[in-house]
């Protein structure tokens, strides 16, 4: 007998570097992916993120207390609140470090790694690199634009062999029409907020929706 011939669901996720549910959803859809393979659901994931711009008022050089920010945009009787709730959700999806500590401005040039990474090695590099960048950035307090932190990362993410060869790149323009083309195609389809989760091109959540609510789409898909 034959094995059975494994659906392909391709996820297709649009995302910004600084978005706090974008990280949870990373966590939430790959520990979902974990639970379709215990379950021996016959799927096999093929899974790429694209760029978005959350805030366009957010200066490319010029970082910005990440806490403050909240506290301008929800005011100060509720940023604390906000901050509880998805430190909580974030433990749920086994992030343990998860704070609102650091600075924030434009992640232009982490989404420019995310490529490149994909770019020079399909899901897996990519993946390796948002295992550390989200980390770095939401568990380690680092700046999102800085090219210390960015260089570094991407050698640790295995997209550069060196620091160099990864400052070099983002010192370059290689990428920044490539993001603004993603960025302008993704509202042009209608996604206003991020994480937003595209499957085989025609079913699409925005949102996290916990590792259940993924497996629950799986099964799904896995029928049809």
């Known amino acids: 007998m034959s094995a059975t011939a494994l659906k392909t669901i391709n996820i297709h996720v649009v995302s910004d570097s600084i978005c706090p549910f974008c990280y949870i959803g990373y966590k939430e859809i790959t520990s979902a992916m974990e639970l379709a393979k215990k379950e021996k659901l016959p799927v096999e994931f093929k899974m790429k993120y694209n760029p978005f711009q959350l805030d366009p008022t957010l200066s490319m050089t010029h970082p910005i207390n990440k806490h403050e920010r909240l506290k301008g945009k929800l ?8 901050e509880r709730d998805v430190i909580a959700r974030a433990k749920e999806a086994g992030i343990q470090n998860f704070n609102y500590g650091g600075l924030i401005r434009q992640s232009t040039d982490s989404h420019r790694l995310i490529a490149k990474a994909y770019e020079l090695g399909g899901e897996a590099r990519q993946r390796a690199f948002l295992d550390v960048l989200f980390p770095g950035y939401f568990e380690r307090s680092q700046d999102i634009g800085d090219h210390d932190f960015l260089a570094e990362t991407a050698v640790a993410g295995g997209v550069y062999a060196t620091k160099a060869e990864a400052l070099a790149f983002l010192k370059s323009s290689e990428g920044v029409d490539e993001y603004k083309k993603n960025v302008r195609e ?3 389809r209608g996604v206003h907020g991020v994480p937003h989760f595209t499957f085989n091109n025609k079913y699409a959540v925005s949102g996290a929706q916990g590792p259940d609510g993924f497996l629950d789409i799986f099964r799904q898909l896995a029928k049809k």
């Not at 005011?75 to 906000?82: C, L, N, P």
Request: aromatic share 0%; no cysteine; hydrophobic share 45%.
């Open 186 to 188: 993704a509202q042009q």
């Open 75 to 82: 005011g100060a009787s509720r940023v604390d609140a906000v």
